[in-house]
């Protein structure tokens, strides 16, 4: 049975529901269709990360209705980023500010900073008004597939595995959103997208590009640095060397049969599930790293699923840390 329905105002109500019950909807934007879940619920998001079967996790947009919700999801908003959401916003453009406690790490990569957009799409903004909750979504495609800008392209692509795809007829922009930091002094362009940046220039000045680089390409998800601990990281491959005085954090799958060796042990999924291990992988990383350890040994997890993208997550924060060849 098809999970496509016409996107009349008793549709919306249905897709919020899902969304408030930690459902996934993909629905229509002017951009691109996004594929949808509550913000603010982080097995909700993984869940996205899952359908969409991403080898890594990418930061994603958090979709608003109302310039309320912006003081609840983000610290600081300066000037510049009141100016531009006033022109632009409802828009095709993503503001990347200091997040709040209240965003949970999985939508941000375990990035300090939230990229927050009013979309103009009139079933985006009703439904992210019934589902009263902001709305986290990235495009609403595989990995490394073209973003859909139909309802058709999406039931291509995952149409089985989401709870309900939301048809609004064609995007009308059919490019991403453009993304801005103003994270820093300079306001940063970090996508080029459906608004142009001399537009935005108009309103709050110089707005710097990025030079490419080989080893940092420019496209969207590898010009951030994401998330990596402070404190060295090892995955778990062999037995640990216990030495005196070190404090050794432990970064386990499932409960662990011993935890008396360890300063710190924080658990990914205590029922083994990848997707609650996805959910909690940030915040774990986020608690030991505060911990003061010496060293955190992660245990490996299969690479079914969302193990990819949490062992991806684990091997660069370990590999970081050689680099860095401390
Ligand atoms: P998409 O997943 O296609 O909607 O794209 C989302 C875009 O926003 C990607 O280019 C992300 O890298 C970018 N983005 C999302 N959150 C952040 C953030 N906190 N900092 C920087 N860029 C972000
Ligand atoms: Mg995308």
């Not at 957009?117 to 008004?129: F, N």
Request: charged share 25%; aromatic share 4%; net charge neutral.
């Amino acid at each position: 049975m098809s999970n496509i329905l016409p996107a009349t105002s008793e549709d919306i109500k249905r897709a919020a529901d899902i969304i408030r019950e930690g459902g996934l909807v993909a629905f229509p934007t002017e951009t691109v269709y996004g594929l949808g879940a509550d913000a603010l619920n982080p097995h909700a998001v993984a869940r996205v990360f899952e359908v969409k079967n991403r080898p890594h996790f990418d930061p994603m947009i958090v979709h608003i209705n109302s310039l309320a919700c912006i003081e609840q999801l983000c610290l600081k908003v300066d000037e510049r980023a009141r100016r531009l959401m006033e022109r632009f916003w409802p828009g095709p453009l993503t503001l990347v500010l200091p997040k709040s406690q209240v965003v949970p790490d999985i939508v941000t990569a375990g990035l300090p900073t939230v990229a927050v957009r009013m979309p103009s799409h009139p079933v985006a903004l009703e439904l992210i008004k019934e589902a009263g909750t902001p709305i986290a979504a990235p495009s609403a495609n595989l990995f490394g597939h073209l973003s859909p800008t139909s309802a058709e392209h999406v039931r291509e692509q995952v149409g089985s595995k989401v709870d309900l795809i939301l048809d609004g007829g064609k995007c009308p922009v059919g490019v991403e959103s453009t993304v801005i930091s103003l994270t820093e002094k300079e306001a940063l362009l970090l996508r080029p997208g459906g608004l142009s940046l001399e537009d935005t220039e108009r309103v709050i000045g110089k707005v710097k590009i990025p030079k490419s680089n080989p080893k940092r390409p420019q496209s969207p998800g590898q010009l951030l640095r994401h998330y990596s601990p402070k404190t060295p990281l090892r995955l778990l491959t062999e037995e640990i060397v216990f030495e005196n005085g070190k404090r050794i954090g432990f970064l386990a799958f499932t409960p662990p049969e011993e935890t008396l060796s360890y300063e710190m042990v924080e658990v990914l999924s205590p029922r083994g599930d990848l997707r609650e291990a996805a959910a909690n992988l940030f915040s774990c990383l986020h608690r030991l790293d505060k911990a003061g350890l010496d060293i955190i040994y992660a245990e490996p997890v299969s690479e079914g699923g969302l193990g990819r993208a949490i062992m991806d997550r684990l091997c660069r924060a370990s590999r970081e840390y050689c680099q860095r060849g401390e």
